[in-house]
C-alpha cells in the first residue's frame, strides 16, 4: 500500500474529524475545517492510503518568516510507521518554500521523542499563559 503525502491536500471534514477526534480523545464534531483552515493555516498536510485519510498536520503562520505547526495527528493503526515524520518533513519543506525561516511546535513531554527525535526540532524555552 502506497502512502500519498499531499501539501494543501484535499480531505473530507468527516473524514478530519473522525482522525482528530481519534487521536486527541474527544468525541467527534461537526467542525468545518476546511473554512477554519483557508482563513488561518499557511497550509496543511494530509496523509492518505489507498484513498483514506491516514494523517494530518496543520501549518500556521504570522504571515512572515514564522510557521507553527498545530494538530499533527495519524490514525491510530499507522503510528510508529514514520507517517508523522514524513507529515512534519513535508510541512517543513513547504513552509520554506513559502519563505518562512522557523518552524514552531509545542508538545506535551510524552511527544518529545517525536519532535525532537525524530523530527529534530531543538529545544527551545518557551512560556505559556492558560486562558
Known amino acids: 500500500m502506497t502512502i500519498s503525502y499531499e501539501w494543501r491536500g484535499h480531505f473530507d471534514n468527516t473524514a478530519l474529524d473522525a482522525l482528530h477526534a481519534d487521536g486527541f480523545g474527544h468525541p467527534v464534531t ?41 494538530d499533527t495527528v495519524v490514525a491510530a493503526h499507522r503510528r510508529g510507521s514514520g507517517v508523522g515524520a514524513a507529515l512534519i518533513e513535508t510541512a517543513a519543506r513547504e513552509a520554506r518554500a513559502a519563505g518562512c525561516q522557523w518552524l514552531h511546535v509545542d508538545f506535551e513531554e510524552h511527544l518529545r521523542p517525536f519532535y525532537v527525535d525524530a523530527c529534530g526540532f531543538k529545544e527551545t524555552a518557551a512560556g505559556l499563559i492558560a486562558l
Not at 483552515?37 to 503562520?61: M, Q
Open 30 to 70: 461537526a467542525t468545518d475545517w476546511r473554512t477554519r483552515l483557508e482563513r488561518h493555516s499557511l497550509g496543511w498536510v494530509c496523509a492518505a492510503e489507498d484513498g483514506t485519510l491516514i494523517g494530518f498536520v496543520n501549518v500556521v503562520w504570522d504571515g512572515g518568516v514564522h510557521a507553527f505547526v498545530l
